[in-house]
């Protein structure tokens, strides 16, 4: 923030922004959508863990249920005033192949392919196409499925 702090003019804001990890919806059928989301869920919480990257400025572990406090409390911006909004969201229509690809893609899972292997990760993913199958009743990874994508915008205020 040593540059921000040099150029904003006093009482002028910086902003910066991040999504949650998105909820997994299923509308018509609200109890597989949210044995589904569980799933989702399940691997980022716990398979992958071990895995989610370690912020090199500061050693935070950034993980699937901490960014927004590490995005609103974590970073040390020289400015107190703070205001928060997270009024931004929505919904996205996707396959389960498509939600498998966006899984593989997080911080966590592409250490675990970097650390376990192009087909461990590969497998991973191939299992939890299948237990989301189970789950809808469908043979299809083209069910589509619906994600809640939300966002945080932490604004600080610089004092006059």
């Known amino acids: 923030f040593k540059e921000v702090n040099r150029i904003l003019v006093p009482g002028g804001v910086v902003a910066y922004y991040s999504v949650h990890f998105p909820t997994v919806l299923l509308p018509e059928e609200e109890e597989k959508g949210k044995q589904l989301n569980n799933i989702f869920w399940e691997y980022l919480d716990s398979r992958l863990e071990p895995y989610w990257p370690v912020n090199a400025f500061d050693g935070v572990k950034i993980g699937s249920r901490n960014r927004r406090d590490y995005y609103v409390n974590g970073i040390n911006a020289p400015f107190a005033e ?7 969201s929505y919904d996205r229509e996707v396959t389960l192949t498509e939600l498998a690809r966006e899984l593989d893609t997080y911080g966590g899972a592409v250490n675990h392919r970097e650390v376990k292997g192009d087909n461990a990760a590969d497998d ?3 299992e939890f196409i ?11 990874n083209e069910f589509k499925v619906t994600t809640r994508n939300s966002f945080y915008v932490v604004m600080k205020r610089k004092t006059l």
């Open 124 to 126: 991973m993913m191939r």
């Open 82 to 88: 703070t205001k928060i909004d997270e009024s931004i």
């Open 130 to 140: 299948a237990r989301s199958k189970k789950v809808l009743d469908t043979e299809s």
